[in-house]
């Protein structure tokens, strides 16, 4: 009943005028979709005078067809010519914005297959209105419309409506409608629980159906009597309805009775199971008016039973006349049963024999799952248009869970919307710019964008999301520098960066600028140090352990690094809270220290449009280089604190060791270890150029920063 309704309608006359394509609901609050509908042809349809609209500002997937001509009946709604059909992907979504948040949605899907396909297939598939299910659509019939319609509470401003191929053909839509109800509408409706319909008719009524205009939310009421087992009843005047159910008073207007008291008035019906609802709970909505003005004694006094159990007792329409009662329950739905039969029977007091106007017949949804935050899905899906992704990145992206999108993990929770916790769009072939919207998934852990063909520079916003423990921009074509808010994440180890092969990407020294060639520092400096097993290196050491043992030295512990405690420098810069753990070995230089170590910058031995790269020695008597940002650089201050902190943390992996740096006035410089040509191995067992081995210290902490790079 509730799916398949014969086609007994008519169709006056062609379309009526030719209206804009609009995305938005209507004067009434109504959305009329027809699906299918090519991009330019809304019209006006000849059944409610509505406007209905094509779907392609609703949808961005699937393929328009036209039903086949011998399914084009004579009476058949220009809203069933064309449907839209969906034969990639497991779930494709309508998406209706401009909805008012919180309030309760008529929901309305049509489909007529009418061998669109020619291929004489008829399919079955799901519905779900956001991430709830809502029935399964089971196409028995070329030419027979099957209807599902919800009463659902929306959520947010939007809501999709979304077809789940389940593997028993290509899912397709005709129409799909909006009716937007008050509040106190439907009081079984809330947050939680939604309403599907099973039937809804108009007795006594024998042909029209009724909807729009004469139902001002355009419910279809279905004629229905039977006029050799009841008689019908109508009144031409006005009957007053309910304010919760807002029951057209057209409708109100008609009923039938049973020809006498000893006889009842019954209807059954046998539940619709789906695989997801297998024992579906139903509920109905009675709806009662004296139609006959009651004189002296006279009496129309009933009981309601369902399934022999009484349900209602002795409701007596005397003070009914053209005024409305509602039987409906709002809290405990029918008890499920295999099989269900309402009878309708006089009291023993009654002399006339019971009445009935209008009856709807739902069963009961939950809609418990909640949608995705809206915040997030509000940033992933500016990234889904930014890049156009396709991938399966329809309907809501974490729910249901098994239709989450591809490359999303997300985050679920009892009683809160599912959050995104991880985004991989690596290997998706992305360009442009990385959107800032992915600054916006503020849950978000995990984000990898690697190998893509990512341009232009890394979003400094990305450090303000709270929880990002992975950011992977490897294998990309970024340029600019690393953002001091991520450096800053990157040193206090509260982020792991990777940002490998960005050929153009300012992360260390003089290839920041453009054009320019290296200077010969920067290759030793720059250049990621050449394989160093960790086995030449821990053979170093131990070679030095065992010549400093001769030497009769005791152990000396040295703690890695992190292990120190950080230290806050404030090394300016505008929104630069340098956290630095830049220690020991990374001292802060004057200006006039550097002048001693250079002995008056004396020998330079390169040169960028950073600046120059002095020789100098240490008072130990360490060579290092000098690099001096010049006053005309065009590293702003911000690329040269960004240097340091890399250096000072990333690069200490590469076993290129900062010394040091100098922030003295408007004086900046970088202070490295100065590594000769030649191999590391040469200069940690004192064979390299210079014939200097290097301290105990160093070589131990090379090597354990070795290692560490390497295993961690
Ligand atoms: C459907 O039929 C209409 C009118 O006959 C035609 O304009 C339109 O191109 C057809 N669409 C498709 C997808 O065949
Ligand atoms: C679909 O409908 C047909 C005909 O009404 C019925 O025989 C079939 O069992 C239904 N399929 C499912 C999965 O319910
Ligand atoms: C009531 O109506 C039914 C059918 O219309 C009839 O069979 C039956 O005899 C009637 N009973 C009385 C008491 O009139
Ligand atoms: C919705 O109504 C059902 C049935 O009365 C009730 O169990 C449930 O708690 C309600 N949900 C909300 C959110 O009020
Ligand atoms: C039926 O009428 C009797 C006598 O008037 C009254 O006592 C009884 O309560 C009535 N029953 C109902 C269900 O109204
Ligand atoms: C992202 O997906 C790729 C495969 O597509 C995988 O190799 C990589 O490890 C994933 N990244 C993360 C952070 O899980
Ligand atoms: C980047 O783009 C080039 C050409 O446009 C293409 O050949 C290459 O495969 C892309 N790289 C990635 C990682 O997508």
Redesign the pocket.
Known sequence: MRATAWLSIFCFAAAVGVLQVRAQPDNNGFVSIDCGLPETASYVDTETNLPYVPDAAFTDTGSNHNISAEYMLPRLYKRFYNVRSFPDGARNCYTIRSLVAGLKYLIRASFYHGNYDRLDRLPIFDLYIGVNFVGMVNVSNPDGVETLEAIVLVPDEFVQVCLVNTGSGTPFISNLELRPLKRKLYPQVNATQGLVLYARRNFGETTDTIRYPDDPHDRIWRAWTRPTIWDPLSVTTTVTTSDIFEEPSRVMRTAITSRNTSENIEFSWDPEPDPQNPMPRYTANMYFAELQLLSGNAVR?FDINLNGDRRY??L?LKHNYLHYSVIYNDKNPYPVSTHYKVSISA???STLPPIINALEIFSIIPTTNAGTDSADVSAITTVKTAYRIQKNWVGDPCGPKALAWDGLICSYAISTSPRIASVNLSFSGLSGDISSSFANLKAVKTLDLSHNNFTGSIPNALSQLPSLTSLDLSNNQLSGSIPPGLLERVQDGSLNLRYENNPNLCSNGDSCQTGKGKSKLAVYISIPVVLLSVIGLLAALVFCLLRRKKQGLGNTIVKPQNETPMSHVPLGGRNIRAQTSLQLENRRFTFNELKDITNNFQRMVGEGGFGKVYDGFLEDGTQVAVKLRSQSSNQGVKEFLAEAQILARIHHNNLVSMVGYCKDGQYMALVYEYMQEGTLQEQIAGNGRTGRCLTWRQRLRIALESAQGLYS
């Open positions: 006094q007792s002795g007596d009291t023993a007091n």
